[in-house]
């Protein structure tokens, strides 16, 4: 899972989260910190060993929201559509 976001201040602490409704409700899938033009990249989450985990498997298919908020106050969201499972 790779989520790119920009509006953020520089050196601005960001929390991503992916917010599916339902049971699961939301979920913390990593965080990062903008760069000097207020603009950030996550590629995660990972495991320990830096491996790609991917989403938890009780993610349910369908069309969700990422929401990245920053410790100053920014915001930003975005679509995400989970396909499919994997076993």
């Known amino acids: ?14 929390l ?11 979920l913390i899938i990593g965080s990062g910190t903008a760069g000097e033009n207020g ?4 590629l995660g989450p990972k495991d320990r060993r830096g491996a790609n985990l991917g989403l938890p498997a009780n993610v349910p298919v ?9 410790t100053n106050g920014s915001l930003a969201t ?3 559509e989970f396909a499919a499972t994997c076993k």
Do not use: N, Q, R, W
Not at 4 to 12: N, R, T, V
Not at 16 to 26: D, N, R
């Open 16 to 26: 991503i989260t992916l917010v599916t409704g339902g049971k699961l409700g939301s």
């Open 62 to 70: 369908g069309v969700h929201t990422v929401e990245a908020s920053g």
């Open 39 to 42: 603009a950030f990249s996550f």
């Open 1 to 14: 899972l790779t989520a790119l976001g920009s509006g953020f201040a520089a050196d601005e602490d960001v």
């Open 78 to 80: 975005a679509p995400f």
